[in-house]
């Protein structure tokens, strides 16, 4: 799932987060954090070094249940909020060529 990067394209335009850590707050008491590696334009997010807490804290430190998962595939519609947990720019990067 590589970023959407066609102008025709609808969804969400996520490429200033892609590397960042991000928080994703999803439907049900779960948080889970990790590196933004990809999406599509339904909003599914593949995170990469992801650790899932049941107990749904948002704080800085995930509580005593959190588990290490790895890399994996989040359903768009599942995400209710996201945060960066990294500064990002207002504008993304422009690109030498």
Do not use: W
Request: net charge positive; with cysteine; proline share 6%.
């Amino acid at each position: 799932m590589a970023p959407t990067h066609s102008s025709h394209s609808k969804g969400p335009d996520l490429k200033r987060y892609m590397e960042k850590r991000l928080r994703l707050k999803l439907n049900g008491p779960r948080c889970v954090v990790g590196t933004l590696r990809g999406y599509d334009g339904f909003m599914n997010i593949v995170l990469e070094d992801a650790v899932v807490d049941e107990d749904g804290r948002s704080g800085p430190a995930l509580g005593p249940g959190a588990e290490r998962i790895g890399t994996i595939v989040i359903r768009g519609s599942s995400v209710v909020q996201f945060e960066s947990l990294a500064r990002v720019s207002a504008e993304p990067a422009a690109t030498e060529g």
